[in-house]
Antibody
Framework: QLQLQESGPGLVKPSETLSLTCTVSGGSVRSTSYYWGWVRQPPGKGLEWIGSVYYGGGSTFYNPSLKSRITISLDTSKNQFSLKLSSVTAADTAIYYC???????????WGLGTLVTVSS | QSALTQPAAVSGSPGQSITISCTGTSNDVGNYNHVSWYQQHPGKAPKLIIYEGDKRPSGVSNRFSGSKSGNTASLTISGLQAEDEADYYCCSYAGSDTFLLFGGGTKLTVL
């Protein structure tokens, strides 16, 4: 059974870089059948797609509204993928989810989510 | 690009059917067969319940169905049950510049 687990600091200071990792078990990030993505949800608000990464060709797909601040990458040796979001503000406070996309632009497996608060 | 438009809230009694709409544009919902729906209970991760417009993942009840007409996708839940009370989000592919858009979410209350 595929499982995804987010990890990283729960508190980040304004203007700093948010860094999260998603550890995948029961499957491989090197699969050429899936994208691996990040979705966030501000407290009490809706979902926002952040971006996705694909092992095949090393492709990345980013939300244009966040593109200048985000980097999503794979670490195949650890079977993980990661998110870096720079120059954070309070508006980046959210639950961050990692998820698997079957290359059909829908997410069939999700992590439990991790709350990241941006505050000094 | 703006999020897809969903009603903020819908309600229904047990056993009834409800429909949640998701309105986009010809650049997203109207142009691609990649509309998905997610159910989210409080404090939980979203769960995929419909993909590619009208397909159900294995294990999802056949009380959930999806459809599309023009720029509007719809999720219908028949035979409402108390456990269906949750937030529902639509999502659509929007081309190779925008990629993926979510709706604002709809809170379903089972009366």
């Amino acid at each position: 059974q595929l499982q995804l687990q987010e990890s990283g600091p729960g508190l980040v200071k304004p203007s700093e870089t948010l860094s999260l990792t998603c550890t995948v078990s029961g499957g491989s990030v090197r699969s050429t059948s899936y994208y691996w993505g990040w979705v966030r949800q501000p407290p009490g608000k809706g979902l926002e797609w952040i971006g996705s990464v694909y092992y095949g060709g090393g492709s990345t797909f980013y939300n244009p509204s966040l593109k200048s601040r985000i980097t999503i990458s794979l670490d195949t040796s650890k079977n993980q993928f990661s998110l870096k979001l720079s120059s954070v503000t309070a508006a980046d406070t959210a639950i961050y989810y990692c998820a698997r996309d079957r290359m059909r632009w829908n997410f069939d497996y999700w992590g439990l989510g991790t709350l990241v608060t941006v505050s000094s | 690009q703006s999020a897809l438009t969903q009603p903020a809230a819908v309600s229904g009694s047990p056993g009834q059917s409800i429909t949640i709409s998701c309105t986009g544009t010809s650049n997203d919902v109207g142009n691609y067969n990649h509309v998905s729906w997610y159910q989210q209970h409080p404090g939980k991760a979203p769960k995929l319940i419909i993909y590619e417009g009208d397909k159900r993942p294995s294990g999802v009840s056949n009380r959930f169905s999806g459809s599309k007409s023009g720029n509007t996708a719809s999720l219908t839940i028949s035979g409402l049950q108390a456990e269906d009370e949750a937030d529902y989000y639509c999502c659509s592919y929007a081309g190779s510049d925008t990629f993926l858009l979510f709706g604002g979410g709809t809170k379903l209350t089972v009366l």
